[in-house]
């Protein structure tokens, strides 16, 4: 028997071992902060759209189907089902929902219609890899609040409809981000 020929097959099972064990950590560390994500966002009393993420057999294998959700859109405040009224949403559970809801990589809109935020939430909305849509539509917002919500790339639509925002601040964050159709209770150009 040829004993170079056995040494190179265990070295290349060993290496063939490593890389599949790191694929396997990679995939298994995304998908727990997928199920991370999905328990804030339900502890909060959110809601989401989801899209399922992964082959389905693998779906097949674990009776916890929340580590494969990938949110598309999250829903905070009292428009959801799970919406506790003596709870409601307040800035520092947008802030602290902020890293959870990056690890969807399909998530587009945060819709915090009616909830009870102000200015200071909006200062780590910028934050989100890939925000399109942020409904704050029935919040206690400002101009600042605008401001402290800077350029955001992504951003293509923002609804600031029954806010206390001025032509102002609205046209200040328009000209910031000429991508972004902005709803308001008067025309914004």
Excluded at 66 to 79: A, D, K, M, S
Aim: hydrophobic fraction near 40%; proline fraction near 4%.
């Amino acid at each position: 028997m040829n004993r170079r020929w056995l040494r190179v097959s265990v070295r290349s099972l060993l290496v063939l071992t490593a890389i599949v064990a790191l694929g396997i950590a990679y995939f298994s560390s995304r998908y727990r902060g997928h199920k991370a994500a999905v328990t804030a966002v339900l502890e909060r009393g959110g809601t989401f759209a989801i899209k399922y993420d992964g082959p389905d057999w693998l779906h097949e294998k674990f009776d916890d189907h929340e580590y494969f959700y990938n949110c598309t859109r999250v829903n905070l405040g009292p428009y959801n089902n799970g919406y506790d009224p003596s709870r409601p949403i307040v800035d520092d559970e947008v802030r602290s929902l902020i890293p959870h809801l990056n690890a969807f990589s399909n998530f587009h809109i945060l819709d915090l219609r009616a909830s009870a935020i102000t200015d200071d939430a909006l200062t780590l909305i910028d934050q989100l890899d890939f925000i399109d849509d942020l409904v704050l539509w029935e919040t206690g917002i400002t101009d600042t609040g605008l401001d402290n919500l800077g350029t955001i790339a992504t951003l293509r639509r923002l609804d600031v409809r029954d806010t206390n925002a001025t032509i102002d601040g609205i046209r200040r964050f328009a000209n910031r981000n000429p991508q972004c159709k902005v709803q308001a209770d008067f025309p914004v150009p």
